[in-house]
C-alpha cells in the first residue's frame, strides 16, 4: 500500500492473462512507466517483451515482499 500513498495508481493481478492484459491496457492508457513485481513480471515474458523496444512504457519489475527474485532492480 506504500506505492498508492505516494500517489501511484496500484493493481493486484495474479493470473497470465490477467497480468498481461493489465500491461496491455496500461500501455494503451499512456502509462509512461509500469512498476511490477518480478513475481508477475516472469509470468508476463512475452506481453513486456513486446513493449522492451519501446520508449514507453518503462516495465520495471522489482521484488515483491515475499522476497528477491533475481529479476528486477
Do not use: C, N
Request: hydrophobic share 50%.
Amino acid at each position: 500500500m506504500i506505492f498508492k500513498a505516494i500517489g501511484l495508481d496500484v493493481f493486484y493481478e495474479e493470473k497470465k492473462a490477467q497480468i498481461e492484459h493489465r500491461i496491455h491496457s496500461l500501455a494503451k492508457q499512456g502509462y509512461a512507466a509500469i512498476y511490477i513485481t518480478e513475481k508477475a513480471a516472469a509470468l508476463a515474458e512475452e506481453a513486456i517483451d513486446i513493449y522492451a523496444t519501446e520508449t514507453f512504457p518503462a516495465i520495471i519489475p522489482i521484488p515483491s515482499s515475499a522476497g528477491v527474485l533475481g529479476i528486477g532492480m
